[in-house]
């Protein structure tokens, strides 16, 4: 468990400690964006590497709480709106991306990004991992995986949120309308009155997500080395 931890802190360091803070200029004056993103990418692969290689080697027979063959159905409901939300993000442009922000700048910008899955969310990638984490971290009470799943289930809240002031800070007045329109938590703009639900956007996304998680259900044993109950 200590080594999971360890790893978990540098994956979090990684990701929340770098690219949201003041030691991204640093890194970007001294080595230029493309260089960073290059330092950067190259880190979080290394730290998401080792994660994953202790998860699949640490010993994991220290329980906080036993399995519950409940939560392994809770997974099996849940994960079908995780891939909807991560494939579906990809299917409708995001100035969240990377690369991304210029966008913003083009006229009738926010129309075209405040659809689809972004209507719900403007973060989809952070909250299948939110899903993803929270629903296996339950399935799974042993402290590997706890510290393994909860690792994840930090970086998707706190990932969302500090996206959204980087965004803010270095897009100004180009952020401000979409993230009007638009909304950190699932439904809270829809549920405001500051976007609606179109259900025609989302009929592709529920398609492409629903044939995703079928592909991972089949495929679950080869990457997590057990079947789904």
Excluded: C
């Excluded at 629903?135 to 590997?144: E, K, R």
């Amino acid at each position: 468990m200590e080594l999971m931890l360890i790893a978990g802190i540098l994956f979090l360091g990684t990701h929340l400690g770098i690219s949201s803070t003041p030691l991204r200029a640093i890194l970007v004056a001294r080595l230029g964006e493309r260089g960073y993103l290059g330092f950067y990418s190259l880190l979080a692969f290394l730290t998401l590497g080792l994660m994953i290689w202790l998860y699949g080697n640490l010993p994991r027979h220290t329980y906080f709480w036993l399995p519950d063959p409940e939560f392994y159905q809770l997974t099996k409901v849940v994960m079908p709106i995780a891939s909807i939300l991560l494939l579906g993000g990809f299917l409708v442009r995001n100035p969240t991306a990377v690369g991304m922000e210029g966008a913003l700048g083009a006229a009738g910008a926010v129309d075209r990004m405040a659809r689809g899955v972004n209507r719900i969310t403007r973060h989809p990638l952070q909250w299948s991992i939110v899903l993803w984490a929270a629903v296996h971290l339950a399935a799974n009470g042993d402290q590997v995986s706890v510290v393994f799943f909860g690792t994840f289930l930090v970086l998707g809240l706190a990932g969302g949120v500090l996206i959204d002031r980087k965004k803010a800070a270095r897009l100004g007045a180009d952020w401000a309308p979409f993230a009007a329109a638009t909304s950190n938590v699932p439904f809270a703009a829809i549920i405001g009155g500051r976007n609606r639900l179109v259900p025609k956007e989302l009929l592709l996304p529920i398609a492409v997500g629903l044939a995703g998680y079928g592909l991972l259900y089949w495929a679950h044993p080869w990457l997590a080395g057990v079947a789904i109950p």
